[in-house]
């Protein structure tokens, strides 16, 4: 699979809105992961998968670490990894729909071959607690979902529009006219 990149010759800049839209998420996520250094302006496609990768990783707690749930959390150096690595991903002209990234307590591991697959289970899993998490698919689905994200908005105008258009024809007509 060529990158975003390459399949398009540029990427295309979004708003922090269409960021969260694309990505399936309320727009406060993205304010969350800006207000945590993840998403930085200018917004590109990259930005849809950080913030996925973001909004899942922010949540996660690993078996035997507490943490008060009203405080305000900072993202852990394998959270911060993890969305890194998945905005890396979705540039990558390596990047297949089958690749993951592997989030462990303490590294995070892009897997995209079935040998690779193998290899990364039995040097690195190994009884240990592993969350897979789709980038490969992410990233695939990224064209479609930006072509999605900008026909609703393409919809809204156009239905705006025609509340308008509706309203003004619906105005009493002016006296002596």
């Known amino acids: 699979m ?23 998420l309320s727009e406060s996520w993205a304010w969350r992961a800006r207000d945590q250094g993840i998403l930085f302006e200018p917004h590109f496609e990259d930005s849809v998968v950080a913030l ?4 899942f990783v922010s949540q996660i707690v690993w078996p035997g670490t507490r943490r008060a749930r009203s405080a305000r959390q900072e993202l852990e150096l394998w959270q911060s990894t993890a969305v890194e ?3 890396q991903a979705a540039s990558d002209p390596n ?32 009884g240990r607690v592993a969350i897979r998490i789709p980038v490969g698919l ?6 479609d979902a930006i072509a999605g994200q900008v026909d609703r908005s393409r919809s809204r105008r156009r239905a705006t529009a025609a509340r308008a258009r509706n309203s003004t024809a619906s105005l009493p007509a002016a006296a002596g006219a």
């Open 85 to 87: 690595t998945a905005r």
């Open 52 to 55: 996925r990768v973001y909004a």
């Open 138 to 143: 992410w990233v695939a689905e990224l064209p």
């Open 95 to 126: 990047t297949t729909p089958d690749t993951a990234l592997w989030v462990l307590e303490d590294s995070v591991h892009l897997v995209t071959t079935p040998a690779e697959r193998a290899a990364f289970d039995l040097e690195y899993l190994n």
């Open 2 to 24: 060529s990158s975003l990149y390459g399949m398009s010759g540029m990427s295309k800049q979004l708003s922090t809105n269409a960021v969260a839209v694309a990505a399936g």
